[in-house]
């Protein structure tokens, strides 16, 4: 299975409390957010994925992000989340996950990591610190990968930046701090999801001299 998002942008929602879940989520999904990920170590995660999922998972891929062990992948699907993305590669999870017929974004950084994942069925990876490598190291990762993986660039991921690593070759972004982070408020949000939304747009209707900027 691979993620069929026709905006390939995945929000993360790193420490959001139940309470604030509640205020900000509908905001990203206004805005044309189609994923959103809570990691677990957010406080009261439980609640705010079973909420969202209750709410938007007919048309929105809510997910559990930081999941290290298989059965926090049950956990997820019994929550009603379709989404199971990791900070490592770990078979097992990748297993588990496609086992429960649950999408899968494994995280990893190095060729090695990439095809561990791959061999173990994934389709779609997690390139994770992205903004510590940058574009021109996704795009000679992807030289090697097989045309059927897909790659989400987490990390340091900006509406500014966010055209660079589609053109090295990213399938989308997920991004994190930049978009929400505790405490922020309902306009912050607004005003960011809306940059993340028209950046994509703007690159993926780009004319091709729009499109070679990103590029070099």
Avoid at 93 to 120: K, N, S, W, Y
Avoid at 141 to 153: D, E, G, H, I, N
Avoid at 173 to 190: H, Y
Wanted: with cysteine; aromatic share 6%.
């Amino acid at each position: 299975m691979t993620l069929n998002l026709s905006i390939p942008l995945i929000a993360i929602l790193r420490g959001i409390t139940p309470e604030e879940a509640a205020v900000h989520i509908p905001l990203l999904v206004a805005a044309g957010f189609q994923a959103i990920e809570i990691p677990l170590n957010s406080p009261g995660w439980e609640i705010s994925l079973a909420r969202a999922a209750n709410q938007y998972g007919d048309r929105v891929l809510i997910g559990g992000g930081t999941v290290l062990y298989p059965g926090q992948v049950e956990h997820l699907m019994e929550l009603g989340c379709r989404l199971v993305v990791t900070p490592n590669i770990c078979p097992e999870v990748i297993h588990r996950a496609q086992d429960c017929r649950m999408q899968v974004l494994p995280g990893c950084l190095t060729p090695t990591e990439a095809f561990t994942a791959i061999d173990a069925g994934a389709q779609d990876i997690k390139l994770f610190p992205a903004g510590l490598f940058g574009p021109a190291y996704i795009r000679a990762l992807k030289a090697v990968l097989p045309r059927s993986s897909s790659l989400y660039a987490v990390g340091g991921i900006t509406p500014e930046n966010l055209g660079g690593y589609l053109a090295a070759g990213c399938r989308g972004v997920a991004p994190g701090n930049s978009l929400w982070q505790p405490g922020q408020t309902p306009e912050q949000t607004r005003t960011m999801a809306q940059a993340f939304i028209t950046a994509y747009q703007t690159f993926a209707t780009g004319t091709p001299l729009t499109r070679s900027r990103y590029e070099n």
